[in-house]
């Protein structure tokens, strides 16, 4: 198997150059309207059908493209599946912080923080993505270091640091050792719940995670550090 190239897809010119970029043209505007709905559709087909089955004509056919249009704005599935998990890790974000941002105590705060990940259970999508780049990490043993730090690097480029501030969590360390924590009781309520939800309701799971985020969020425990 091929070494993956996992740069940031990050595709924004003005961002790569600085400044007031002018407004788009037509083409540009077609170009970026052929690249939004190749990544909505690649969004539900590794979904549906998981990164190793998953064909480079299945999503060009459900965007109501041909596999050239495809190649005309990605090399690879590879970086198509990328520059899915960096855009929704940047939607992510800004919900996140327009979230904290209405509140006023940390007490609120970890409500909004808590309540988030909670609604976050229900996107089935999302999370059958973010399982879906770790069962293929961990199928393939000498990928997967540079998968783990192509992670690292998603999650780095929400830029929550502020964010963690404001919660009053301010040891790097120990919120790292948070977020990975809770980030596998997340992934593994919600396939419990979908494996078998008359064992594990969509309430126990939700009440489940709560608790846990409340224990993580307070405890002064070594686990954490």
């Known amino acids: 198997m091929n070494e993956l190239s996992l740069a940031s897809p990050i595709t924004d010119q003005g961002r790569r150059r600085g400044g007031v970029e002018p407004p788009p043209n037509k083409h540009q ?10 990544l909505a559709s690649a969004r539900l087909i590794f979904a549906r ?8 004509e299945d999503i060009a056919a459900a965007a109501g493209h041909t596999r050239g ?4 704005n990605f090399d690879t599935k590879e970086e198509i599946f990328f520059a899915l998990l ?17 509140c006023k105590t940390r007490k609120e ?25 770790k069962l293929f ?36 360390k120990r919120n790292e050792g948070t977020r ?17 939800p008359e ?6 799971a939700a009440c489940s995670l709560g608790a846990l985020f409340d224990f993580l969020t307070q405890a002064k425990g070594s686990i954490l550090s």
Request: with cysteine; aromatic share 8%.
């Open 137 to 172: 990490a961990v199928r393939h043993a000498k990928l997967r270091p540079q998968l783990a730090a192509a992670h690292r690097r998603i999650k780095a480029s929400m830029k929550l640091d502020d964010v963690e501030e404001l919660l009053g969590m301010d040891d790097e």
């Open 69 to 72: 249009a495809f190649y005309a």
């Open 86 to 102: 960096y855009e929704e890790a940047e939607k992510h974000s800004r919900q996140i912080r327009a979230a904290v941002s209405r």
């Open 199 to 204: 064992r594990l309701s969509e309430r126990q």
């Open 29 to 38: 505007q077609r170009t970026e309207e052929t690249r939004r709905v190749l």
């Open 109 to 133: 705060r970890l409500a909004a923080m808590r309540e988030y990940c909670i609604k976050c259970l229900a996107d089935r999508t999302w999370v059958m993505l973010q399982l879906e780049f």
């Open 180 to 196: 990975a924590v809770l980030e596998g009781l997340f992934l593994g309520l919600f396939l419990q719940h979908a494996f078998d």
């Open 49 to 56: 059908d998981g990164f190793q089955a998953c064909r480079i």
